[in-house]
Structures are given as C-alpha cells and as structure tokens.
C-alpha cells in the first residue's frame, strides 16, 4: 500500500513539473507580453493573446470582418495557428490594407530555434491570411546572415516597403525582444 502511495506522488509531482523550457510555448508568455508593451507604447490599443490552440476571442474574431471569417475554418482545419495572434490601432494609413478604421492585425510566430527558409514561409501564410502589417518571427537566436544575404537577392522577408516580414530576437534572460537585434528593421522604434 506505501508503495502505492509513493507511484501516485510520483505521478501527481511530474504532472505538476514547470514546462520544458526548451519548448516554444515556455516563451510564448514572456514574448505576448514584451509586444504587449512595445505595441502599447507605439500605438495607444493592443490586443495580443495566445492562439497557438486555436482558440481565437470573440474581441479579435470580431474585428475580422464577416466575409474574411473563413480565415478560422482554414486554419481549424488545418490545425496550424499562429502562436500569438492581436490586432493594434491607429490613425488609418491608405497606403496598408486595414479591415476596421485603423486595426492592423498582428501575427506571431515563435521558434526556439535558428531561424530557417521555412520558418520564414510559415510566418508569411498567417500575416497573408490576415492582411497583417505586423507578420512578426520570433526566435531566442539571432537571425542567421545568410537569409539576409539570400533576402537581399530574393525579397523573401522584404517584399515591399509596406508589406515585410519582421524578425527579431527574444532574450529569454530579460524576458525581451531585443531592440537592436530586429530584422530587416525595428517595427515598433
């Protein structure tokens, strides 16, 4: 019977075990919460919360307008969200695509690892999917030079000058993004 006891304990102490932090989502806080306040400081409005399971609020759903909703059917069934997905609000710009008198989604995607072609084209389906000015990539590692090199020859993050991109380093240290260390440029300085 004690060694019963002992099994359960074991179990329920791993069940309780703090999440792997070589995993993505043990950053995803940390990283909503750093653009939480890099947008907040920015723009005024921000809302940013975890969508890498799928669940999307009713106060984004609502911001996406009705004849772009099968945005979330697309991604349910292919079972691919962003890992953080928001909108922020300003004056409305002419120049970017905005659904609702200034909202500008944005949309997250997090490795904790070095950043590859792949990764880029993941990040670049969610910000295409919602017309997202704000189509952020997000890694603990710097971005590696040789995509800034194959960038400079192909555009792949830098399609335009309203329509990139943006990858940044986050420092899991300091729990930021670190300013410094964006590519191919700073979108919230």
Not at 109 to 134: M, N, S, T, V
């Amino acid at each position: 019977m004690l060694r019963g006891k002992k099994n359960s304990l074991m179990t329920n102490r791993s069940k309780t075990r703090s999440p792997n932090p070589d995993l993505e989502s043990a950053i995803y806080a940390d990283v909503q919460n750093d653009l939480s306040r890099l947008f907040l400081k920015k723009f005024g409005l921000c809302h940013l919360e975890d969508t890498s399971r799928g669940h999307f609020s009713d106060a984004l759903k609502e911001k996406v307008p009705p004849n772009r909703d099968i945005i979330f059917s697309f991604l349910k069934r292919r079972k691919a969200f962003p890992d953080i997905t928001g909108f922020c609000k300003r004056t409305p710009n002419p120049i970017l695509f905005q659904f609702d008198e200034g909202i500008q989604f944005i949309t997250v995607e997090i490795k904790r690892e070095k950043i590859d072609l792949d990764h880029i084209y993941q990040a670049w389906k969610y910000a295409d999917l919602f017309a997202a000015p704000y189509g952020l990539l997000i890694s603990d590692q710097a971005f590696p030079d040789e995509l800034k090199r194959l960038d400079r020859i192909t555009h792949i993050i830098s399609r335009s000058a309203s329509r990139m991109i943006y990858c940044g380093q986050f420092n899991p240290v300091s729990k930021s993004i670190m300013p410094d260390r964006w590519y191919p440029t700073n979108p919230l300085r």
